[in-house]
């Protein structure tokens, strides 16, 4: 029989958390919720970017006014990886990256910035149709994916620069 108890091991890791200074992003009066809908977005004015401002606001709120501003600029590039024997190329990687930078709007000092950089695959074995779905389907995971970046950076950030 071992003499291994789950529920004192589990009470010991939370004891030593709490003695590390451990907080809860989302708990009462952290990082995460300092920032809930305080950040105002810049406007998109493309669909990735519309993607990305999107994301942001769902998991950072949507803020009229806010206390911070988050301007942002997206570069992506598409990249063969896979081709054919008849030189057809049948899969793609979209590469992307995003520049940030969260501003206190009534000062305009920049309080954190930063570059996320990520990228997505999709397949162009299939019609045409079928590629284009693919490939605006990858865009729109690479937004998710960036915006799930920057808001983690910014979550991260919020203690040196918080209320």
Do not use: H
């Amino acid at each position: 029989m071992s003499s291994f108890n789950r529920r004192s091991f589990c009470l010991a890791a939370l004891a030593a958390l709490a003695a590390c200074g451990f907080t809860p992003v989302y708990g009462p009066d952290g990082a995460g919720t300092a920032l809930q809908g305080q950040v105002l977005v810049d406007e998109p004015i493309t669909r990735d970017a519309y993607l990305l401002t999107r994301e942001l606001e769902t998991r950072l709120g949507r803020a009229n006014p806010g206390r911070y501003g988050l301007s942002y600029a997206i570069t992506m590039f598409v990249e063969s990886i896979a081709i054919s024997q008849d030189n057809v190329t049948t899969r793609y990687n979209l590469l992307g990256g995003v520049t940030y930078a969260l501003r206190d709007l009534d000062t305009q000092a920049v309080v954190a910035s930063g570059k996320v950089d990520n990228f997505t695959g999709y397949s162009a074995s299939g019609t045409t149709v079928a590629t284009q779905a693919a490939e605006k389907d990858a865009r729109e995971r690479l937004m998710n994916i960036m915006a799930e970046q920057i808001v983690t950076r910014l979550i991260v950030a919020a203690p040196s620069f918080g209320p």
